[in-house]
């Protein structure tokens, strides 16, 4: 069994259908993904909030909440998109005439999100859109080359892709609305907002 971090490494740099091969054969227990995918993802909400720090967004006083809280909010925003994304790929897999897995699904989640915890902070640093779209686009690169294939899927990827992120969006969406009133900071009308949603 492979160490998280190696496994992040072989799925970014080994041929993807060497990744697929090694995920049907002997996916890594999810403790482990799940601690490494925790970790990225704190690491990254860090990232973020040290540029909005360094280039504070245009808003109005009333709209800025406090950064820390932010933080949180993002990084558990994040986490839980990746659990959906795992869960309901699992979940959806018979549907499409695939089988159920939940540790190779949660690995290939985590591959998409190392590209996309990238994207999450580089748009708000200078210049980083641009860096943030690519990277976005090598995440759900990623997702469709491994979730598929890891959960055996024998055809209907694209549809099955489709409904995993529209479902993992309306969880986000759900989760957080309900986190909004929980962490403090922009006023409330300004929670209402597209800024707690990002």
Known sequence: MRAPVNVWWLGLSAPPENVVRWLRDAPPAWGGTLLALTVWLGFCALMQLAGLVMFPPALPEVG???LWAYGIYSGLLMLVAAL???WLGSLL???FDGRRDMEAAL?????AFIPWGLAKFLRDWPGGAWL???AVLWGLLLLYRTL???LH???GRVAHLFAVLMGTLLLMLAVGWQLRDLIPGAAPAARMGRLWLI
């Open 93 to 95: 897999a018979e549907a």
């Open 64 to 66: 800025v909440p406090q």
């Open 132 to 134: 943030a779209w690519l």
């Open 148 to 150: 598929g294939a890891a």
């Open 84 to 86: 959906g994304i795992a």
């Open 153 to 155: 899927l024998r055809s």
């Open 107 to 111: 690995v290939a989640a985590a591959l």
